[in-house]
């Protein structure tokens, strides 16, 4: 079965890497880390410039809000739904032809809607409280934006953090433009280090992963 994309958008730095090491036949472009970078930047228009009618896939990492997602899943989430409660629903045959290709693969694939956070959800108790009030089972950071601006869209998210434990919280490591201020990173680090190692552990899983993720889906991809 073949899949017919016209571009997929990752957050910059690792997982964009990840991604890039698949050598997927699609153009690839990275996107700031977080809601409000990434709406800033799809203003300024994406280089090249991107029709609004373009078939996109986001694919990078995400957190659970479930305790039946763990690191290393992988999530294709069918809803977008924003701090407001807002929702969007991703492209109904986009989803269906991803659907199908995992499983006529046998790979394994949730189904399930992400929260679109503004901010870093790093206290384990604000995750449950996200999924009892959102019915999400992933949070991420770009989906609600990207799907504004590119209506036919889908998302997979790999999990990289679990719904039990606190992470860092690394809020003050992300510049404004979604870049990372490692001095910041390496400080918030410095201040919880078991949930530090647990956070690495979960997105070099997730990442390991989110690679397997897209040469899985390379065969199938066609511009």
């Given at each position: ?46 280089q090249p410039p991107r029709d609004r009618?373009s078939r996109v896939l986001v694919l ?164």
């Open positions: 079965m073949t899949l017919s994309l016209d571009l997929i958008l990752v957050p910059q730095g690792p997982e964009y890497q990840a991604v890039q090491r698949a050598k997927l036949p699609i153009p690839i472009i990275a996107i700031p880390a977080g809601l409000t970078a990434v709406e800033a930047a799809l203003k300024r228009g994406l009618h990078g990492l995400g957190g659970s809000l479930s305790p039946n997602l763990v690191p290393g899943d992988v999530v294709l989430c069918h809803t977008c739904i924003n701090g407001q409660g807002d929702q969007q629903q991703g492209d109904r045959h986009l989803l269906d032809q991803l659907q199908q290709i995992y499983d006529n693969s046998q790979q394994p694939l949730a189904y399930q809607a992400a929260y679109s956070s503004d901010r870093i959800i790093h206290r384990a108790q604000d995750k449950q409280h996200l999924a009892q009030t959102t019915a999400a089972a992933v949070v991420e950071m770009e989906g609600w934006a990207i799907w504004q601006q590119y209506p036919q869209a889908a998302m997979i998210r790999v999990i990289s953090d679990d719904c039990h434990h606190d992470l860092p919280d690394i809020s003050q490591a992300i510049a404004p433009n979604g870049k990372l201020n490692p001095l910041a990173l390496t400080h918030a680090f410095l201040k919880q280090p078991a949930a530090a190692m647990r956070l690495i552990q979960g997105s070099l899983t997730g990442l390991r992963q989110l690679t397997q993720t897209a040469h899985q889906l390379t065969p199938h991809l066609t511009p």
